[in-house]
């Protein structure tokens, strides 16, 4: 009888330390987890703007779409017949024989929230009119699959470019490896049916290796209705995000781009859009390969850079600000190296 008492008195015990903790984390701001999906943007038409891929996990369907945020703001994005996001107007295509710069990244690159017009690299098309600028970014993609998007498009025939741009931020370590609040984000694709997504490795030898795993995500029990559960799950994926591991694939992954970028003599540039130290230690590293690197980094996070409350992706105006400092550093360190001594391209 004793003992039943001091299990009873042990579990009050717990259970006052539970809401104790329930009630501080929610005075700090915290609350029970929401499932993503109920707060994704609806699409026109389909109702989809992403379709499953083999070798991405998912990309864009090619159209024309209008999406609604769920506050209300819409905004209007056209992919061409390759799924890409374009960058000049349709109907308006680059001579054949233009040079080509390539840029790839995430939801920054693709610009979420933002109309065609908007985003840096139609910004970029516009400045540099005797190249055709390809924006490969796609919201949720890591480095790894910037990697994949370059290998596929060369073995496919298409054109080398003449210079390579690859939008960075350290987010896409965890990214690229597929840590749990990466796959946690990606519960809006879960109307994509069973996916697999590339997710990467290093070898006994430090080497770059990737495979192919089912995506999946188990919101720990209860999660939903408490906040100190939600809070204990992302403190863990904070931990995780942090660890060394991914920033050591991200580099493999940068010496993967570089190699083919020296095989087809391409011009490698490493572009940072958010900044802090393990970003800058990055760029420090693929400098260190003898790519390019610049940062262009803005603090997004601040209201006239970003679209809150609607979203807290950069706005026009920061893509305006990306699209300055990018083509400034192109056209005074990296294109004289693709463009003759009188202007013409090389």
């Known amino acids: 009888m004793r003992y039943l008492l001091y299990l009873g008195y042990c579990l009050l015990v717990l259970a006052a330390a539970f809401f104790l903790a329930e009630g501080v984390v929610r ?5 029970p ?20 891929h083999p070798t991405l996990g998912f990309a864009h369907f090619p159209g024309r779409y209008t999406l609604t945020l769920p506050t ?10 390759d ?3 374009i960058t000049r107007p349709q109907g308006s295509p680059a001579a054949a024989d233009f040079k080509q710069i390539w840029i790839f990244g995430c939801s ?8 065609d017009p908007d985003t840096y690299p139609w910004l970029l098309q516009e400045r540099f009119p005797d190249f055709e600028v390809v924006n490969f970014g796609v919201g949720g993609y890591g480095t790894i699959q910037s990697l994949i998007q370059l290998r596929e498009a060369l073995a496919a025939g298409r054109k080398p470019p003449a210079v390579l741009i690859i939008a960075y931020a350290n987010l896409h370590d965890l990214r690229n490896c597929g840590f749990r609040s990466w796959r946690k984000g990606l519960i809006p694709h879960l109307e994509l049916g069973e996916t697999f997504f590339p997710h990467a490795g290093l070898d006994q030898e430090g080497n ?4 192919y795993v089912k995506w999946d995500y188990a919101p720990l029990p209860l999660m939903d209705r408490f906040a100190f559960l939600h809070r204990l799950e992302t403190a863990y994926n904070r931990w995780e995000d942090r660890s060394r591991h991914g920033r050591l694939v991200s580099q493999a992954i940068f010496r993967e ?3 083919i970028c020296r095989d087809h003599n391409i011009v490698p540039v490493v572009a940072d859009l958010t900044w802090d130290r393990k970003t ?15 940062d262009i980094s803005l603090d997004f996070t601040h209201p006239d850079n970003n679209f809150l409350p609607h979203d807290g992706h950069p706005n026009a105006r920061a893509n305006r600000e990306y699209a300055r400092r990018l083509g400034d550093f192109l056209e005074e360190r990296v294109l004289p190296q693709v463009v003759g001594a009188r202007g013409e391209i090389k």
């Open 257 to 259: 781009i570089n190699r």
């Open 72 to 81: 209300g703001f819409k905004f209007q994005v056209t992919h061409g017949d």
């Open 33 to 52: 987890y929401t499932n993503l999906a109920l707060r994704f943007a609806s699409v026109e038409p389909g109702g989809r703007l992403y379709q499953r």
């Open 83 to 85: 799924g890409l996001r």
């Open 208 to 211: 770059l290796q990737y495979a």
């Open 27 to 31: 005075l700090l701001g915290n609350r």
């Open 280 to 294: 800058g230690e990055m760029l420090e590293y693929c400098r260190s390969l003898g790519m390019f690197a610049v």
């Open 108 to 115: 920054f690159t693709y610009g979420l929230c933002l109309n």
